[in-house]
């Protein structure tokens, strides 16, 4: 093994700076202008080589973290899912239960509707019923009563010429000491007929 020599490097003297100095000084301003424009060509072309390893060459670090963001990625997908299902779940429940409500209400309005309009049809079915039978028992009522007034003008009359036809008696009587003076006056249809009469008395001492 051969030991390493330390490599003497020349140091610049004091006696060489200022010619240094001088040639820097005798540069021209196109050279200059030169050199500051290839720097920045050369700076961004470093930034895009570096740029490029960098895409090309993913750390390990990088990847596993990737890995544990899919990992979590996955997971909040699957708990977000859940909690829409379940969201979606209560909703559906909740419409079921309003539309059972309201299905119940509604039956009810129906059947108070349907109730009423009976009440009503029956009200008015009762009204008409009972205006016939008043209008009937007026009708009847008016038969009667010229029924009845034709009777009484009918037995009026009849009595009438049944007295004519049958006639009157009228008679006196009178009592003597032994006889009984009986007068009788007929009235008939055709005219008066009177008959007296003398009936003796046996009368005893």
């Known amino acids: 093994m051969e030991e390493k020599q ?16 001088e040639t820097l000084t005798h540069l021209s301003l196109e050279e200059e ?14 930034r895009v080589d570096n740029a490029n390893e960098k895409l090309e060459k993913p750390p ?9 963001d899919m990992v979590a990625t996955k997971i909040q997908a699957w708990w977000r899912g859940t909690l829409v ?3 979606l779940l209560h909703a559906a429940l909740s419409a079921c239960i309003i539309q059972c409500w309201w299905r119940l209400i509604l039956s009810k309005i129906l059947e108070k ?22 209008a009937r028992m007026w009708r009847i009522r008016r038969r009667y009563c010229q029924v009845l007034n034709a009777v009484r ?15 009157f008696i009228k008679g006196q009587y009178r009592v003597t000491a032994n006889q009984l003076h009986l007068q009788l006056e007929i009235l008939l249809g055709s005219g008066p007929c009177i008959v007296t009469e003398c009936i003796p008395l046996s009368i005893k001492e």
């Open 33 to 46: 202008s030169k050199a500051e424009a290839k720097t920045p060509v050369l700076v961004e072309t470093q």
């Open 60 to 68: 390990e670090n990088q990847k596993k973290l990737s890995d544990k």
């Open 85 to 87: 299902r379940r969201a």
């Open 153 to 167: 003008i009918i037995q009026a009359y009849w009595r009438c010429r049944s007295c004519a036809s049958r006639g």
């Open 6 to 21: 330390p490599i003497k490097t020349e140091e610049p003297s004091k006696e060489d700076e200022p010619q240094q100095k």
């Open 113 to 134: 509707r349907r109730r009423a309009a009976l009440e009503a049809f029956s009200r008015e079915e009762w009204a008409a019923v009972t205006l016939q039978s008043q």
